[in-house]
């Protein structure tokens, strides 16, 4: 279906939708800049219905889930103007400094985002399961799981139970294998994917504690995880993998490392220290 389609085939049935899908089509003839940046789990809390209701209100409109529907609503938000797919309001018009300048606001509002956002006693109580965990998987999915790899690599110069795991299958597997000692350190910024969240069931199942980064806290997959830590930047689905957002991320992650540092700065001086000596030969 056309994007530009998306609003007047909302107008066109609105009178054949049911009492609780008309007030999910009454917020987004309203907020139609706004729903593209939301979750479907922030969508269904503004219409006060459930997140079934919004994805049988999808279907009804011809899409296959809701995530199709905010790439059509995205599309066609702006009217006749086309949508911009760059993050911080680049223009075609922008020369190269102008560009940079737009861009660098961009990356330092998604950090000063998350720096608002950050509940300290979230991080507090992540960086005790992450220092007390006997493994810790760390996981994601395209773009998010280069996050992930990233957050084991940084944990591994200080700590020697980190992995990086990337395969969904595979993350079920391993999941599988879990024990009450074990963490999983999953990075999604919809937190609403399918594999997050039966990797995270899989996981409970275990007795295993779970962290999820992301940028909605009351996205289906934040609702499964012992500990939510939540990302700035918001996206819409033409922006999807910007790098302000996973600056936002990276930002997270270097809090909760430094956290789990800050309880043993000693072990983690030697443990770098060692990390330093063995790479030393690698370099020129």
Do not use: W
């Not at 660098?104 to 992540?126: G, H, K, R, W, Y």
């Not at 005790?128 to 790899?149: I, K, N, T, Y």
């Not at 969904?168 to 994917?193: E, K, N, W």
């Not at 504690?209 to 500990?227: H, M, N, W, Y």
């Amino acid at each position: 279906m056309p994007y530009g389609d998306v609003f007047t085939r909302i107008n066109r049935e609105y009178y054949q939708l049911t009492g609780a899908e008309r007030k999910i089509a009454d917020h987004i003839m309203l907020q139609r800049q706004n729903c593209q940046y939301m979750s479907i789990s922030e969508l269904a809390e503004v219409a006060e219905v459930a997140e079934a209701t919004v994805s049988r209100f999808c279907r009804r409109l011809g899409y296959k889930g809701y995530s199709a529907f905010k790439l059509a609503v995205a599309g066609a938000a702006s009217g006749a103007k086309p949508v911009n797919p760059l993050y911080g309001e680049i223009a075609a018009e922008d020369d190269v400094s102008e560009m940079c300048r737009k861009l660098c606001a961009a990356d330092v509002e998604a950090i000063t985002q998350t720096m608002n956002m950050l509940d300290p006693a979230s991080v507090s109580a992540a960086a005790d399961l992450l220092v007390g965990a006997e493994r810790v998987l760390c996981m994601g999915l395209g773009g998010s799981m280069v996050l992930a790899q990233e957050a084991a690599h940084l944990f591994s110069t200080a700590m020697p139970n980190f992995y990086a795991v990337s395969d969904a299958h595979f993350q079920a597997i391993r999941c599988a294998m879990l024990s009450p000692t074990d963490v999983v350190l999953y990075y999604s910024y919809s937190g609403s994917t399918k594999d997050l969240v039966d990797v995270m069931k899989i996981a409970q199942e275990r007795g295993a504690k779970t962290i999820l980064v992301t940028r909605f806290p009351k996205s289906p997959g934040a609702a499964c995880a012992d500990v939510v830590l939540e990302c700035g930047a918001r996206e819409s689905p033409l922006q999807m993998g910007s790098v302000a957002a996973r600056m936002g991320q990276l930002y997270l992650t270097d809090v909760l490392f430094n956290e789990v540092c800050r309880r043993d700065m000693e072990v983690c001086r030697q443990r770098r220290r060692m990390v330093a000596d063995a790479l030393a030969d690698k370099h020129m």
